[in-house]
């Protein structure tokens, strides 16, 4: 078996690049047809995501030595084929490509399905990207009324518990390391009830977009939108499926005096929210508890409203220091995660093995028995013309016993002359069980 994994992603190219080879739909399926019409692969798994576009190939006819001819013209036609797909230069693509092979490319894929290769260390999306991935290339081939390869897929199916082992043995994946999340964390930790909040958020940027996501997976079901342009407003709310109120920047104390949590992020260079403002907000909310995060720079929101009773008041250097601490920690689980993904690799390549000795071992038997038959037939035959019976039992034996030793003798040679010391004791310790 040799599986090449080949690839580009956001440490080899730019964004440019990465979106030239984008594997679209169309492109996709297209994909799947020139490999399997051109036999460069018994099965692949494409996956393709804005950060990475990779490939990842099984073909058990291919030597796995990677500097085995036959191997290198393989992995160079992958490589030809890949580049004529997307039309791109040769010599521009092969400095941002990279290839893996066999173990290599299986820690590789399990690494990456953990998030570890992510542009964000032990971001959870890339998991089910690559579960989608798989899908896709499940339903291609059963539309071809195949199947993938065992040994793909029992490679996958592995990597798919390697991940979900890493999240529930590590805490890589339980800190948050961008600002929109560690923002949405901060409320978190003050409020016990998403549902019965009120939000306000300011602005409608990809910052807020963000934060707005992480509020409606967590149940937030009362938010506000205030931002000078009301129709980009109105386009998130749609996009995120959810309604929600949306407010002009004029409007901002209205929304105010109803939020319990208020989050922003414009590129206004004023101040949007003084402390007067909250101060009159917090008269109208009876002083409930009040949680104010400003991830704007320049500010949005006056730093004096912290002084207030009853008021939580963040910058963005705040939320930079919680995001610092939680990838040291995520830095930690990452180590862990390693040793995991170490540990499932071999695991894997060690069924591996006893998969190809059954299989040999299977051949081997089925080879023998078939020469047996052959043999057999031959000595009934020459019975029946007359011949002899003790001399075509000799000649049977002797046939039969040159035959079954060819291989085991080849086998010992090789082992002798590549210094196998440890199968030649092997089959010493055999020979003394018998």
């Known amino acids: ?38 036999q460069l692969a018994e099965s692949v798994v494409i996956l393709s ?14 030597p796995p030595q990677e500097d085995h001819p036959e191997n290198l013209a393989w992995r160079e036609r992958c490589f030809q084929w890949f580049a004529e797909i997307h039309q791109l230069d040769q010599t521009e693509l092969r400095q941002c490509l990279y290839f893996k092979q066999n173990f290599e490319a299986a820690r590789h894929l399990m690494q990456v399905a953990c998030g570890l290769d992510s542009l964000i260390l032990g ?9 989608q991935a798989y899908q896709d290339a499940e339903e291609f081939y059963q539309s071809q009324n195949l199947s993938i390869s065992t040994k793909l897929s029992r490679l996958f199916q592995r990597t798919f518990a390697t991940a979900k082992r890493v999240r529930s043995e590590t805490e890589i994946g339980n800190s948050a390391v961008s600002v929109a999340y560690a923002a949405c964390g901060l409320a978190r930790q003050i409020f016990d009830n998403f549902g ?7 602005g409608a940027g990809e910052t807020i977009e963000l934060v707005a996501r992480y509020l409606v997976q967590h149940g937030a079901k ?12 109105e386009d998130l709310a749609e996009r995120l499926n959810t309604p929600m109120q949306i407010l002009s920047l004029s409007a901002l104390q209205v929304g105010l005096n109803q939020a319990d ?16 403002m909250v101060k009159e907000a917090q008269k109208q909310r009876h002083f409930d508890p009040m949680l104010l995060i400003d991830i704007a720079v320049p500010r949005d929101i006056d730093e004096k409203v912290g002084e207030l009773d009853s008021v939580y008041a963040y910058s963005v250097d705040d939320l930079q ?32 093995k006893q998969l190809q000795s059954s299989d040999l071992i299977k051949r ?51 082992m002798a002359k590549s210094s196998n010391s440890q199968g030649l004791q092997s089959f010493s310790q055999a020979l003394r069980e018998e």
Not at 222 to 233: F, G
Not at 322 to 349: D, M, T, W
Not at 371 to 380: F, G, N, Y
């Open 1 to 38: 078996m040799t599986i090449l994994a080949l690839g580009i992603n956001h440490k080899t190219a730019s964004v440019g690049l990465r979106e030239k080879v984008a594997f679209v739909e169309n492109k996709r399926q297209l994909a799947f047809s020139q490999i399997q019409q051109q």
């Open 321 to 352: 220091n919680i995001i610092q601490r939680n990838l040291e920690q995520r830095q930690q689980a990452a180590e862990q995660a390693k040793q995991i993904v170490e540990q499932e690799c071999k695991a894997f390549f060690e069924w591996l």
């Open 123 to 131: 971001e959870p999306q890339i998991l089910g990207q690559v579960k």
């Open 261 to 276: 949590v208020v989050i922003s992020s414009t590129g206004s260079p004023d101040l949007l929210i003084s402390q007067a």
């Open 49 to 62: 995501t804005c950060n990475r576009t990779e490939l990842y190939f099984h073909q058990s006819q291919i």
């Open 196 to 202: 019965k909040l009120r939000f306000l958020l300011v």
């Open 364 to 414: 081997y038997r089925q080879q023998a028995e078939q020469t047996r038959l052959d043999l057999l037939t031959k000595a009934i035959q020459a019975i029946q013309q007359g011949q002899e019976s003790e001399k075509v039992l000799q000649e049977l034996s002797y046939k039969l016993t040159n035959s079954l030793l060819h291989a085991p003798t080849q086998a010992l040679q090789a």
């Open 222 to 233: 009362n938010i506000m939108i205030a931002n000078r342009t009301a129709q980009r407003a």
